[in-house]
């Protein structure tokens, strides 16, 4: 099969265009390219367009093409996603790596510069921003100044790799969140790339080292987040490996009432698609009630598609898109695409029905005001039922209140006291009907009279410069900032964790009376510990929602009945009293969203502020790592390299580092926010000369292994089984049952050449697309993790680091099994792995009982089976790289 046979023209606007016709298959005999799921026409069109024959050979493309409902082994194919995008959390290590492999060619006697991105990577600095100022007009300026002072090592690294590696784009801090910049600016939908002689369209593709890349999903451009080490392979040029999904398709009916917004459609359909268990599959979006979503609607939907457990959350092009296209600035591009989708039938136009592994109907009218919480995403209460559910969750003991003075006013906090409202992350703030709508809440708020009490902590953090440009527009930017809501920076802030600190009165209050006190965001997750680590219940809700619950002061308020706060007048005021109604909004989006705000937040957006300008660097093909550095420190991982490989053997001897129970998140295993100065963390930067008021978070200091890795199990509010009831980052270091820092445990443990496991229950490594929750455990000497079932990103992520993920049979676990964790393990099966292949166990109780099962090894590939020979994927790429001399 001859690739060329495939290749066509296209007019658009008198210019021509190649594309590759993938129905043209369909023609010859090979599959039902019609019936095909739009998310899978696009893998047909990747393979066709990448057929070589090496990488990508014929039976490849007629795996894909010739699509099955269901698979009952996985069956892989190799994808060339077209852009890799990143953001600073993970960006850094990730850059580091290369780095660090650019170093380790050179040792070996090779050139470092065959070390570099291979496919275009786009890097946003946006997690970095945190809200130590907020309620006045300079806050803003305040935390940039803040941030760059806090980062400038971090930053000036960036900007070095900036300089130094081909195909990379470093979009500067204080420009906005990636996922809306994707969505507003960097995605193509349809790219032209211009060869010597033609320019070759084919569809705009994406992975990302965040796992809400899937908001791009919005537009029908095919993105999914992977851990941070599969990104760094498919930058060297690897194809991205995967397994051949399973699409569920969700047939939207039906049209939102006029009081819910995209934030109670996505909350509640996260709760529906984790109900059917969507983990690991397509979610392919169509039906009538779809074209009643607007784009951002579908855009606040695919972004959380990580919190309903699926790769995809994908809606097809249509009309609509081509609309967005056009009022974010793009016509040009909206042209070509509108074009392309149609001659290659992957516009939705309404009548198309595709086939798919199985069909769920969703009732938009069915959908109704609600939060989620308090610690999970999916974790849905509606928002009459949100008083007593608080109560049944939390049954605090005495309703009973404790005076705080804060700058000189005397107020009262206790259980259910909202101390963080916070209008933050991409979910909400890419679309402009919540957005206009939070601002018409805010206006008519103030024309009553009603105040935000003294001790909630409020703030506005757009993920684009647009959304403060068409609030100002509108005229309410002032009503937001009346009530405290003043921008506070261009980044992901407090949904990140970066919500910065609390009075201290106020925390010393909470800290005392261990109150149950609450946060309300606009954002997509509420982990605990991750928004704030003083603050036990955390609320996810619309922006408008968001400002309501500020005003009334407290979460355990039933905004259906209950007056949300009293006027100066006393006389009550009821959410109904200032909801603004849809054809308000609608009027405002219509008259106010404009291409030139677009075009204003994007011109110049890679030259950055005049900090980033600022920021001096060599240009050298290799980085001067600084010993000094407690920011950017060179990783061990090829320390010592050998271009031979030395294959995993079985395990015997080891030890469980942790026991754990369901749903334990990468925020668990890898904390992003406050770095306590008692932890190992803390410690060692302590011992670095480094004062608790220049920690930082966990997050930014990714760049140095020597601080992950101690604080890996870190979160504080971590249940590790073996030293029940206690939590935090505590273990028992067997065979003496000495409590320990799990840090110290684990360093104990490698200098008695003792190998560790992880026991684990149900949905392990749910949350973030985090790869130092993976790096970390690695470096722990944490060979294998058993559990009972993975979240993706977190399984490819443990195979990308050479940790072993072990799954327990079905209808079994650590607790049928009697395990508790003071055994003495062995595994067998290691030496001669194959995918998916059952090992043997035996655990041996320290009063000799032997306990004996069979787990399942989670290398569902032969490409896995290889990177965990290779102790990880850098490694299998990097003899890759060095075998091409």
Known sequence: MDRREFVKQLKIQSREYDFLDFNMLEKKGVGGIQKLPFSIKILVENLLRKLDGSLVKPTDLLKIAKWQKKYPMPIEIPYHPARVLMQDFTGVPALVDLAAMRDAVRDLGGDPRKINPRVPVELIIDHSVQVDYYGTKDSLNKNVALEYQRNAERYAFLKWAQKSFDNLKVVPPNSGICHQLNLEYLGKVVIAQKTVEKTLLYPDTIVG????????????????????????????????????PEVIGVKLVGELKEDVTATDLVLTVTQWLREHNVVGKFVEYFGMGMKNLTVPDRATIANMTPEYGATLGFFPIDEKTIKYLRITNREDQAEIVEAY?????????????????????????????????????????????LKNKFAAIHRPESPKEYAVKIDGQS?????????????????????????????????????????????????LAPGSKTVISYLHDAGLLTYLEALGFHPVGFGCATCIGNSGPLHPAIEKTVSKHNLIAASVLSGNRNFEARIHQSIKANFLASPPLVIAFALGGRIDIDLTTEPIAYDPNHKPVFLRDIWPSFSEIKALVQKYLRPEFFQKAYEGVLNGDGFWQKLSVQEKTTFDWDQRSTYIHKPPYFENFDIKTELPTDLSYARALLLLEDSVTTDHISPAGVIPENYPAGRYLIKKNVVPADFNSYGSRRGNHEVMIRGTFANIRLKNKLVTPKEGSYTLKFPDCREMFIYDAAMTYKEESVPLLVLAGKEYGTGSSRDWAAKGTHLLGIKAVIAQSYERIHRSNLVGM??????FKENESWKTLCLEGSETFFIQGIADMKPRKPLSVKAIKENGEEIHFEVIARLDTEIEVSYFENNGILPYVLRKILAEN
């Open 341 to 385: 989708a149609k001659e290659l039938g992957l516009f939705y136009t309404g009548s198309e029905e595709p086939e798919y592994t199985e069909v769920l109907e969703f009732d938009l009218t069915k959908v109704e005001p609600c939060v989620s919480g308090p610690a999970r995403p999916q974790d849905r209460i509606s928002l009459q039922n």
């Open 802 to 807: 050479g940790v072993l993920p072990l799954m």
């Open 411 to 459: 107020v009262k906090i206790g259980n259910g006291s909202i101390l963080i409202a916070a209008i933050t992350s991409c979910t909400n703030t890419s679309n402009p009907y919540v957005m206009f709508g939070a601002g018409l809440l805010a206006k008519k708020a103030v024309e009553r009279g009603l105040k935000v009490p003294a001790y909630v902590k409020t703030s």
């Open 209 to 244: 080292t965040d796992s809400h890349t899937p908001m791009i999903n919005g537009i029908g451009v095919m993105g999914w987040g992977v851990g941070g080490i599969e990104a760094e392979a498919v930058m060297l040029g690897q194809p991205y490996y995967m397994p051949i």
